[in-house]
């Protein structure tokens, strides 16, 4: 079974404090794995898309890189608007019955401060 | 703004009862994904279709069916309601059939069963 592991549950951090959020994963045949940013009450809003081991994007002050077993974002220099919580999934593709294998991490809870 | 709408916001109905989601894609956006999301499954995909037609399926449940319209609207129907069926649930949509391109949310609807 496919598991998604994100830490830390909870960061804090003060404004200028550059960090970086981490997500695990065990899967077999990885796809693409993508890290999706969520304000309270609202819908995940698409950041990033990594295929393959090595890769980097960057947008603003984030930036998603990934290797074989994990991927990371890390965040330079963040801004109170910065406070979301951070999904990332991972794609696996479709198995031989056509269901499709997304499966997101439970989220890292980013607060900063002023 | 995502372009992906959500009706209704909230939604409070009691167990056994029948619901409907709706949602409407962003202009030229033919895939549609159902989600549900709870404070201890997190974010799980539901079911994808693709220009009316199912494409995918994840964990949703037998009670739980969708279609989407030649319009491209979709709905989502829960049945034979469960307390545990209180969750957030949210569309999504992207441009093409396949899971690679970028999936934009709408707000959600929050559904309570009481």
């Known amino acids: 079974e496919d598991q998604v592991t994100q830490s830390p549950e909870a960061l804090r951090l003060q404004e200028g404090e550059s960090s970086s959020l981490n997500c695990s994963y065990t899967?077999?045949?990885?796809?693409?794995l993508f890290w999706y940013r969520q304000d309270p009450g609202k819908g995940p809003e698409f950041l990033f898309t990594l295929y393959s081991a090595g890769e980097e994007k960057e947008k603003e002050r984030l930036k998603a890189t990934l290797t074989k077993k994990e991927s990371f974002l890390h965040i330079t220099a963040p801004k109170p608007e910065d406070s979301a919580t951070y999904l990332c999934a991972v794609h696996t593709g479709f198995t031989g019955a056509g269901s499709y294998q997304l499966t997101f991490g439970k989220g890292t809870k980013l607060s900063v401060i002023p | 703004d995502s372009g992906v709408t959500q009706t209704p916001k909230h939604l409070i109905t009691a167990t056994g009862q029948r619901v409907t989601l709706r949602c409407s894609p962003r202009?030229?956006?033919?895939?549609v994904y159902w989600y549900q999301q709870s404070l201890d499954q997190g974010l799980q995909f539901l079911i994808q279709?693709?220009?009316?037609?199912?494409?995918a399926k994840g964990n949703i449940l037998e009670r739980f069916s969708a279609q989407q319209f030649p319009d491209l609207h979709s709905e989502l129907n829960l049945s034979s309601l469960e307390l545990g069926d209180s969750a957030l649930y949210f569309c999504?949509?992207?441009?093409?059939?396949?899971?690679?391109?970028?999936?934009?949310f709408g707000p959600g609807t929050r559904l309570t069963v009481t």
């Open positions: 202009s030229g956006d033919l895939s």
């Open positions: 999504a949509s992207s441009r093409t059939r396949t899971e690679r391109g970028e999936q934009y």
């Open positions: 279709y693709y220009n009316g037609e199912e494409r």
């Open positions: 899967v077999s045949g990885l796809r693409g």
